[in-house]
């Protein structure tokens, strides 16, 4: 079934290339097409282009259909062209010529649009919720750490003491931030496109601003033509935050990675977390990690694909978007999976208390010593140079203990400072407010 059909049949070959990956993908798309219904007959009723008797009804079907996309057992049809499609036959089926009302005042672009933000919304609520679970183990392993030291590197070069009270918690923080940056996508994802129609708007007396509050968008798309032009830009802006997450949890499985062979040995994952060789008996391999870095630089591609896609595209509507589709949607399930299992990881992550043992990382204190003298009245210059001559005398003996006190440093972590910008950050995303409206629309 086609909703364009006019009765010449299409090539067959011609169907398989455009329809793609549709009816895979829009599975994923149709809890959010039949609220999308929902909200638009209930605006459709309330102008008088659906009869105050027939909107229960409508609204009765939708809601069997939305229970069964809930519960993973709506199907899209062999020969049904998408998941708008199948709706509307499915709604035709069982209501007969009411069910053919629900397609007034829109079109197939602003119901993709539409469920597309239905669908990152939700799915950037999963990203938070999981980040945030992350950032928690995070910022309670520095609590655990904060007096174990471990060597800080620049150049990979052994450089200054630092400690798994910082390293833990930096990693806490940078996933902090790259919330706030997703905050600001889903601003841009949250704005109802619904009544652009096919980027033109309509003749209907349509009453946006009340699909908009149905929906618990926090603001509409006003420009008509510009909701059409956010298709692919959004996608594009809301994969550049997840990918920003992806990039911090890349270079934190790097670091375990790193820190987990036998040359640094600087902690331990558990043995059910490794796998091992199938010809050296002694390997526990930290695969899981080196996954995680895989697949989170493959995820960094993502904007890239999108915007070489999108970006010689004038304004309005072309097929080319469905392409973004295919690389966008399963980004989030991949970002979750990732996230989540380097979460369970690093619970049961074991830390080496005792590393600075080793004489090798002796010159890590060198500035300390540096720092101690110019506490004594000695000028910085002139105490730097009085102890390298002792390193290239070697006659440097450390004292190994630190004394940082001041914000974020080895004794003062700021953990709860960071805990606190993690809860502002996603208070501001006031996710309550979408779940009340979408609970009253489908109760």
């Known amino acids: 079934m086609k909703l364009w059909e006019k009765g010449t049949a299409v090539n067959k070959a011609i ?14 798309l149709a809890p959010y097409d039949i609220l999308g219904s929902m909200a638009h007959v209930t605006m459709l009723e309330s102008v008088g282009l659906i009869k105050e008797d027939e909107l229960p009804v409508l609204l009765g079907a939708l809601k069997k259909l939305y229970q069964q996309a809930a519960e993973g057992n709506f199907e899209i049809e062999e020969g049904v062209e998408d998941v708008h499609s199948q709706v509307e036959f499915l709604l035709t089926k069982e209501l007969g010529d009411l069910g053919k009302k629900i397609h007034s005042g829109r079109s197939r672009n602003d119901q993709v649009l539409l469920d597309l933000k239905l669908f990152i919304r939700e799915g950037i609520r999963e990203i938070v919720n999981t980040t945030s679970e992350l950032i928690d183990t995070l910022l309670k392993k520095s609590e655990q750490h904060k007096d174990a030291l471990m060597p800080g590197y620049t150049h990979l070069q052994v450089a200054m003491p630092s400690s798994f009270g910082l390293w833990f918690g930096a990693y806490a923080e940078s996933l902090t931030d790259d919330l706030e940056l997703l905050l600001s996508a889903y601003k841009i994802a949250n704005q109802n496109p619904l009544g652009s129609a096919a980027g033109y708007g309509s003749s209907f007396p349509l009453n946006r601003q009340m699909t908009t509050e149905l929906l618990g968008f926090s603001n509409m798309n006003y420009n008509v033509v510009y909701a059409q032009m956010g298709r692919g830009k959004v996608e594009k802006i809301v994969s550049f935050a997840l990918a920003n997450i992806a990039s911090t949890l890349s270079k934190l499985a790097f670091d375990v990675c790193l820190f987990t062979s036998q040359n640094f040995n600087f902690v331990t994952l558990q043995p059910e977390f490794t796998t091992g060789s199938s010809i050296m008996p002694h390997k526990k391999n930290p695969d899981v990690f080196e996954l995680i870095r895989g697949k989170c630089n493959k995820i960094q591609g993502v904007p890239q694909q999108i915007a070489l896609i999108i970006n ?18 399963p980004l989030f399930a991949e970002l979750h999976d990732c996230l989540s299992i380097a979460n369970l990881a690093l619970e049961k992550l074991q830390v080496n208390e005792n590393i600075l043992d080793d004489p090798k990382y002796d010159y890590l204190f060198s500035v300390e010593e540096v720092n101690k003298l110019v506490l004594e009245g000695i000028p910085f210059r002139e105490a730097y140079r009085q102890v390298a001559e002792k390193i290239e005398a070697g006659e440097f003996k450390p004292e190994k203990k630190v004394q940082h006190v001041h914000e974020g ?6 953990t709860d400072k960071i805990n606190t910008k993690k809860t502002k950050v996603i208070q501001n995303f006031q996710f309550e407010k979408i779940s009340i409206a979408l609970k009253k629309l489908i109760d």
Not at 312 to 317: D, I, V
């Open 409 to 414: 440093s080895i004794g003062n972590l700021c």
């Open 312 to 329: 010689n595209l004038p304004s309005g509507y072309f097929r080319d978007l469905q392409t973004v589709k295919e690389i966008f949607i």
């Open 15 to 28: 169907e398989k290339f455009t329809v793609g990956k549709d009816r895979e993908l829009d599975i994923y």
